[in-house]
């Protein structure tokens, strides 16, 4: 364990584990390596519009969503040197401009067609360094 996950909040335990689950799983299941780049980003939005269209049910989803909601937060916190917040079991990224996102939720917004962790990850990103 480095030292930057010993002094992380404990907001972050679990979210942190969620992402790091995602990326093992679509590295052996998907051959999908995510490397924590918002570059990355592309393919983890791209993987979710197909299972979308797939037609795949969202309760079947859920964990996948998650955990690539977690994996998307965790791109954030690096990107943008934000913390792991939670608040009656959801769990937020905040950045040091003192916003709030929810790439989670937004994880869930992108399977429904109507979100994109990519531009999550830019708009925080860019809105951190302002």
Known sequence: MTT????????????????ADAVATMRE??????????????RV??????????????AAVENVLRGLGAYAGEV??????????TTGGD???????????????????CFTGHGSLRLLCRDAAGTAGR
């Open 4 to 19: 930057q996950q010993q002094t992380r909040p404990q907001a972050a335990a679990k979210p942190v584990r969620w992402a």
């Open 29 to 42: 299941g998907a051959r999908m390596r995510l490397d924590y780049s918002a570059q990355s980003l592309w």
């Open 45 to 58: 939005d791209r993987m979710i519009d197909d299972l979308r269209r797939e037609g795949t049910p969202p």
């Open 76 to 85: 954030i916190v690096r990107q943008a040197g934000g913390d792991w917040w």
């Open 91 to 109: 769990h937020w990224v905040r950045t040091s401009d003192g916003r709030l996102w929810d790439p989670i939720d937004e994880a869930r917004r």
